[in-house]
Antibody, heavy 118, light 110 residues
Framework: QVHLVQSGTEMKKPGASVRVSCKAS????????IHWVRQAPGQGLEWVGR????????IYAQSLQGRVTMTSDTSISTGYMDLSRLTSDDSAIYYC???????????WGQGTLVTVSS | QSALTQPPSASGSPGQSVTISCTGT?????????VSWYQQHPGKAPKLIIY???KRPSGVPDRFSGSKSGNTASLTVSGLQAEDEADYYC??????????FGGGTKVTVL
């Protein structure tokens, strides 16, 4: 059974950076893609980007290009999302989700609340 | 990448059916059969209920069904139950190996 456990709540000031982690278990880590999706308070879902842990290949949403970096550590089955130059518009719940090759988001982490405020 | 278009709300009485549309473009929904649907209850993470336009993951009731015509996909919930009250989001694979979501539809069971 796939299980994704994310890091805890973050509070950051504008201009700072944040790292969110996503520890996977219950499957072969290199056998699935990891996506990151965010949801601002009271808003809809927004795709942030995807990493292929087996190769390190990444692709990001155009709106976040240059500020987002996704990495993974296969030795500990963990994916990371770094977001820099934070503004209040980046305040959201950030989810990691796996993609087993169906171009969808099969299993989701519990979400990590990131609040950006001065 | 513009969001897919969904109606903001839909409703039905218990036992009735409700259909939610998801309109995209020739860059996302149209050319790919990679439309998926997600159910999200308040305070919870989204849950996959339909993938590849029409397929249901194991454990998802067959009351949930999906379809697609041209640039528009649809989710139908038949035999509405109280627990179906939630937000529903569509998503599609898109050109340039990206993904896009719809704005979400709040389903109310009257």
């Amino acid at each position: 059974q796939v299980h994704l456990v994310q890091s805890g709540t973050e509070m950051k000031k504008p201009g700072a950076s944040v790292r969110v982690s996503c520890k996977a278990s219950g499957y072969t880590f290199t056998g699935r893609y990891i996506h990151w999706v965010r949801q601002a308070p009271g808003q809809g879902l927004e795709w942030v980007g995807r990493i292929i842990p087996a190769s390190g290949d990444t692709i990001y949403a155009q709106s976040l290009q240059g500020r987002v970096t996704m990495t993974s550590d296969t030795s500990i089955s963990t994916g990371y999302m770094d977001l820099s130059r934070l503004t209040s518009d980046d305040s959201a719940i950030y989810y990691c989700a796996t993609d087993g090759g169906h171009h969808d988001f099969d299993d989701w982490g519990q979400g990590t609340l990131v609040t950006v405020s001065s | 990448q513009s969001a897919l278009t969904q109606p903001p709300s839909a409703s039905g009485s218990p036992g009735q059916s409700v259909t939610i549309s998801c309109t995209g473009t020739s860059s996302d929904v149209g050319p790919y059969n990679f439309v998926s649907w997600y159910q999200q209850h308040p305070g919870k993470a989204p849950k996959l209920i339909i993938y590849h336009v029409t397929k249901r993951p194991s454990g998802v009731p067959d009351r949930f069904s999906g379809s697609k015509s041209g640039n528009t996909a649809s989710l139908t919930v038949s035999g509405l139950q109280a627990e179906d009250e939630a937000d529903y989001y569509c998503s599609s694979f898109a050109n340039s190996n990206t993904w896009v979501f719809g704005g979400g539809t709040k389903v109310t069971v009257l």
